[in-house]
């Protein structure tokens, strides 16, 4: 049996938009398995955490806040374990996941990154992108207008000047993509992986999944979708994540969007015994590390 001390931090529910009951129970439902294979697992908010009220060594969390991120990072460096990693987290916000996807060369859209407050219609008439996705790029989406469907560059144009008068600085722009919207699932070091249609299933956030509708059922590789998010997640430094794809008509992936620690709402009860075992690996492989550098 595990024997360890975990502070689990909550996301604050700002953070949370239209998702904060998901949120908290796929957390607590985790927090309890842990607690089933013997840890014990104190639960904070974001705000005990960014007041110093954490004093144990092994963290679990699903934080957003600027502050804890940090604060995450200070005590990764300090020798904590932290899952997921307070870098990771960073990473899945909007302009870094753009820039380390492409890198790193899984499949993703035409993208554009610009300053909002820039001119972008001729850059944007010259890469042939009309319809598309502005995507705040310097944090994660906290209102449904933090990303916007838009239809032409003009319209690109009026979004972006809507986002520098709100004070975001930076925005993403993805070519829109046609063909079956996919969410899913998953955790590394894990058989657990869990894909649907959210349109279908009336999952939804903001109502944006309106924009590809109801699914045709195209064709795709479903070992090749895990690969590529298995994949996204090293890269980005995730443990926990989740995220969205499109399948195009000819069968070939790409992925949309990236995130650490989703909600799993449609596939709670089942993730969550994955989640302990996930997290009580990635502690034990953690401790062997640190371990072998003393």
């Not at 360890?4 to 529910?13: N, T």
């Not at 909007?94 to 890198?103: D, F, G, K, P, V």
Request: charged share 25%; proline share 3%; net charge neutral.
């Amino acid at each position: 049996m595990a024997d360890f001390v975990i502070a689990g931090i909550m996301r604050a529910g700002a953070y949370s938009p239209n998702h904060i009951g998901n949120d908290a129970a796929i957390f607590n439902a985790t927090a309890e398995q842990l607690r089933k294979r013997g840890c014990t697992v104190n639960i904070y908010s974001e705000d005990q955490f960014i007041n110093g009220k954490v004093k144990e060594r092994i963290i679990i969390n699903m934080c957003r806040e600027q502050k804890s991120i940090h604060l995450l990072q200070k005590l990764e460096d300090e020798g904590c374990i932290v899952i997921n990693s307070g870098y990771g987290i960073e990473n899945c916000t909007r302009e870094r996941m753009t820039r380390l996807l492409i890198a790193n060369n899984i499949p993703y859209p035409d993208s554009i990154m610009v300053n909002t407050n820039e001119a972008v219609i001729d850059e944007l008439k010259k890469a042939k992108i009309n319809n598309c996705w502005i995507k705040r790029g310097d944090f994660h989406a906290m209102h449904k207008e933090d990303v916007s469907y838009v239809r032409h560059a003009e319209e690109a144009q009026e979004v972006l000047q809507e986002y520098f008068y709100r004070g975001i600085h930076r925005a993403v722009i993805n070519r829109h993509l046609v063909g079956d919207l996919i969410k899913f699932y998953g955790m590394t070091d894990s058989p657990f992986f869990y894909w649907f249609y959210p349109f279908d299933e009336g999952h939804s956030k903001y109502g944006l999944e309106a924009i590809n509708g109801k699914s045709k059922g195209i064709d795709f590789d479903i070992e090749y979708l895990k690969n590529i998010c298995h994949k996204a997640a090293e890269v980005l430094d995730v443990k926990v994540y989740g995220g969205d794809c499109i399948v195009s008509p000819d069968g070939s992936i790409r992925i949309i969007d990236f995130n650490d620690w989703p909600s799993f709402a449609p596939c709670r009860n089942e993730a969550a015994p994955f989640l302990a075992k996930c997290i009580l690996n990635a502690i034990k492989a953690k401790q062997n590390q640190l371990n072998e550098k003393k």
